[in-house]
């Protein structure tokens, strides 16, 4: 087991990815029952700024594989050498401007990155399972696991969708929920992208945040909660257990509407500079 998939080892995943923070508002990395999670060191009003951050990497808005069933596809045929032209998502997406014949630093990917790969989850079970099916568990796997499952579940589609995949890293750990508490906007040119996680609710310390992995009216359009984790579980592999999905008696329409429309709408600015910048650290 990688060593910071123990507890307490929130502060690691914080300082790797402290390199592409801009600023981070009060929020920390804390195990939670659905692996990690981001959770609130301070009080947010609705429209504050919880964090900002640049990509860690970047890459095409589809994948050559997604499954390790693909994987093996790609595979077959050639030597299992880890080339960059074999990784495609370590081609396009570590190295975007470098040639196909460029190695990949496997240290680098095992190492340093695979913390914002969600290696505690349903998902690296069940992708474990089929990549030993077609190689033997090796460095070499471990790689093919934690690119796939960084690939596939820790990247966002930015902006529209269309301009490519990015790989965030505290956003790496921000879970999912049907009546989530922020939204994140794409305020940066698709040049130069940035990501921005604003709170759409007010927010307590020592609240996990959480967005919607499926748009922001997702909740809204899908009211049941077996068609919601249906669509999670076929979307991203895992069970949705979620405020509103685990709720015994449902949320009132009226409750969770209020919500939804917040977070289907831009939130609003925040009120000055002094609110938002510096207050958690
Ligand atoms: C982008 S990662 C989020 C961070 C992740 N918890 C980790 O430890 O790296 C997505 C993974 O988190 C877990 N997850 C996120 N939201 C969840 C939810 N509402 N219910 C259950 N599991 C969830 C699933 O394992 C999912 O594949």
């Known amino acids: ?126 992708y474990r399972a089929e ?9 070499l796997s471990e790689t093919l696991l934690r690119g796939l499952l960084m690939g596939k579940f820790s990247s966002f589609p930015y902006g529209d969708g269309s301009d490519g995949r990015c790989l965030f890293g505290l956003l790496s750990k921000l879970n999912h ?15 130069a992208p940035s990501a921005q996680l604003r709170a759409v609710t007010r927010i307590q310390a020592g609240e996990e945040l959480t967005f919607s992995y499926l748009g922001n009216d997702f909740p809204l359009r899908v009211r049941s909660t077996e068609k919601r984790r249906e669509r999670l579980f076929r979307g991203f592999e895992f069970n949705c257990c979620c405020e509103l999905c685990e709720a015994k008696e449902p949320k009132t329409t009226g409750q969770l509407c209020k919500r939804a429309l917040a977070f289907g709408k831009p939130p ?6 002094k609110e938002v910048v510096g207050g958690g650290q």
Not at 131 to 139: E, G, H, N, R
Request: hydrophobic content about 35%; glycine content about 6%; proline content about 9%.
């Open 131 to 139: 990549l030993a099916k077609i190689m033997a568990p090796s460095q």
């Open 1 to 126: 087991m990688p060593d910071f998939l123990g507890d307490g080892c929130g502060d690691r995943i914080l300082t790797a990815a402290s390199p592409w923070l801009r600023s981070n508002n009060g929020c920390e990395v804390r195990k939670s029952a659905n692996g990690w999670s981001l959770v609130a060191t301070k009080h947010f009003g609705q429209g504050d700024v919880v964090l900002e951050e640049c990509p860690v990497m970047r890459g095409p808005s589809t994948f050559p594989w997604n499954t390790p069933e693909e994987l093996k596809k790609s595979l077959e045929g050639q030597d299992r050498c880890v080339r960059v032209s074999e990784w495609m998502f370590a081609s396009h997406v570590a190295f975007p401007t470098h040639s196909e014949d460029l190695w990949i630093d496997v240290d680098f990917l095992t190492n340093e990155l695979a913390m914002f790969a969600p290696l505690d989850s349903h998902a690296a079970d069940s």
């Open 268 to 273: 609003p600015f925040p009120k000055s500079k």
């Open 177 to 191: 929920s049907c009546y989530p508490n922020t939204v994140c906007l794409w305020p940066g040119p698709v040049s």
